[in-house]
């Protein structure tokens, strides 16, 4: 049976699980969540992923939220297709690919995350943004930023020389941020050079072309 995505377009995480399924080479049937009905808190929903959230996938009757944990599974799943996104073979290369993994969320998405909330989603819900907040957010981001340009200095990728899932996650927020005028990119050319090779890739720019679309 095909794999079935429930997700929104207006999710990044939702888009981060569209770009590793067309990375995979995983055809996909997506499942439209319409947030401006609460359709994510709907008793279906909430028996599949209880805090009322998406993504999530539901695979030949397994169900699995959490777009980081839904990256591993379709990777680990299909390791023998597509692009490869997980070392597999050095105890070592794996232990920097989690560390890389636990990083990214504490380290990007925590702030960056909340800044697209405070601007993008309070001005879809008519609220306005708190502009102390904003503010801080975006210098917490960028001091956490700079550190990814110093590791960007030293290896190619954000753990170690080889391309992994968890660059691939940095790319739905970032260019979200980007289009509402906070780039990660500015002033750092490590960190340019990387996001703009991610952003190039022909997964990215499906999802950004067509937005998430069913591909079975
Ligand atoms: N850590 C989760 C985050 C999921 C999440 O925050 N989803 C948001 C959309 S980006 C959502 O469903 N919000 C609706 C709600 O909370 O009611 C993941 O990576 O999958």
Redesign the pocket.
């Known amino acids: 049976m095909v794999l079935k995505l429930y997700a929104?377009n207006?999710?990044?995480?939702?888009r981060y699980v569209g770009v590793i399924l067309h990375e995979k080479k995983v055809p996909f049937e997506l499942v439209h969540i319409e947030?401006s009905k609460?359709e994510?808190?709907s008793p279906a929903n909430l028996a599949n992923q209880p805090?009322?959230?998406?993504?999530y996938i539901e695979d030949d009757g397994f169900v699995l939220?959490?777009?980081?944990a839904i990256a591993r599974y379709i990777a680990t799943k299909y390791a023998n297709q597509g692009t490869k996104l997980i070392p597999t073979e050095d105890m070592k290369q794996r232990a920097l690919f989690d560390q890389a993994t636990f990083s990214e969320s504490a380290n990007f998405n925590d702030y960056a995350?909340q800044l697209y909330a405070e601007v993008f989603i309070k001005k879809a819900y008519g609220q306005i943004p708190d502009q102390a907040k904003v503010d801080e957010l975006k210098t917490t981001l960028g001091s956490k930023m700079d550190v990814h340009e110093q590791i960007l200095t030293k290896q190619k990728y954000i753990a170690g020389n080889e391309l992994t899932l968890v660059d691939l996650a940095y790319v739905p927020l970032a260019t979200a941020l980007s289009d509402l005028g906070v780039d990660v990119r500015e002033g750092r050319p490590y960190v340019t050079k990387w996001l703009n090779e991610l952003i190039n890739r022909e997964s990215w720019q499906a999802i950004k072309s067509k937005g998430l679309v069913s591909t079975a």
């Open positions: 929104s207006l999710s990044p995480p939702s947030f609460n994510q808190k805090f009322g959230q998406v993504p939220y959490e777009s980081r995350f």
